[in-house]
């Protein structure tokens, strides 16, 4: 008797889709709070409209990316990748102070970051845990003859 539960091939599969669907909810509703309310929080109109209209795309995108069977792993890698890139960008526009952000614009900055940040690490574990179950992954090229 194991004392350890093994876990099903889709359990991994699972966790991702669930990260990226997560992932699109929480970033379309954040750009479309941006773009129809626009609150005050320091930041230039001109730019909350672009990142609000940017989380409503992205949002869509992964979210669609989360309902596929199985989602890409060369499209799931950029969007780990880039959470992480805007949470560290959002931690670095609130405390060096790139807007005159008010005190509710560096707690809604930061929040969001560290949210972000929280999407990145549950895609990169599900990720971890689909290629785990489901055998070795992509096998890199072998060299070509020179």
Not at 78 to 84: E, F, Q
Request: proline share 7%.
């Amino acid at each position: 008797m194991t004392w350890f539960r093994q876990r099903s091939p889709g359990h991994g599969r699972a966790m991702l889709k669930f990260a990226l669907k997560l992932d699109g909810v929480a970033s379309f509703a954040l750009g479309l709070l941006t773009l129809l309310i626009r609150p005050e929080v320091g930041m230039p109109v001109g730019w909350q409209i672009g990142l609000g209209a940017f989380c409503v795309i992205y949002g869509a995108g992964v979210f669609f990316l989360g309902t596929r069977a199985v989602p890409d792993r060369r499209i799931v890698l950029p969007v780990i990748i880039g959470n992480v890139a805007w949470a560290a960008a959002s931690i670095l526009t609130a405390e060096l102070e790139w807007f005159p952000l008010t005190g509710l614009g560096v707690a809604l900055v930061l929040a969001q970051g560290l949210a972000v940040l929280g999407f990145a690490v549950l895609q990169s574990a599900g990720l971890r845990r689909a290629a785990s179950v489901s055998g070795p992954g992509t096998r890199p090229r072998s060299p070509s003859p020179a």
